[in-house]
């Protein structure tokens, strides 16, 4: 199954019409890292956020349901400037298109979230591309910065029980 998925993947990425298309339109949004263009889900590549169940603490200490907030900030922040133009460069295993994306007055989608401490640059498929942004919203102390949270491949890991690949 899992080389199936693969084959999958590589037949699409190798397609002339792969990369060269961008999806454009109304984004609505799925969770933090995830949005869905007329029916086609997109992953924003090389950023992880919360999960919708994950809870961070604040510097105060109390809980809160980290994943839910930063879906509402992506909310917010794609309607100030519609549309939503991502430009895929891979398919994950869940068969979700990967992308850059970008809102209508050309700010960076997949940034925005690390540098407000919604979602964290995920060097092992960014290379690093949001470490400025990281380190930003670290030092700023925004979102989950302020507090204290489990890296969101970390959370994934230990509720599915399985060892952390992240």
Known sequence: MKLGLVAVALALISSPAFGTETIT???SVVDGDTIDISGTRIRFNGIDAPESW???RRADG???RCGTAAAFALDDFLAASRSTRCEPVDVDRYHRIVADCFRAD???VNAWPVRTGNA????RYSH???AGEQTAAKVDKMGIWAGAFDL???ARARRARHPTAC
């Open 128 to 130: 690093g591309a949001f």
């Open 25 to 27: 339109g109304r984004a």
């Open 120 to 123: 964290v640059d995920w060097v």
């Open 54 to 56: 994950q809870k961070c």
């Open 106 to 108: 050309g700010k960076n």
């Open 62 to 64: 109390t809980e809160y």
């Open 152 to 154: 969101p491949c970390h």
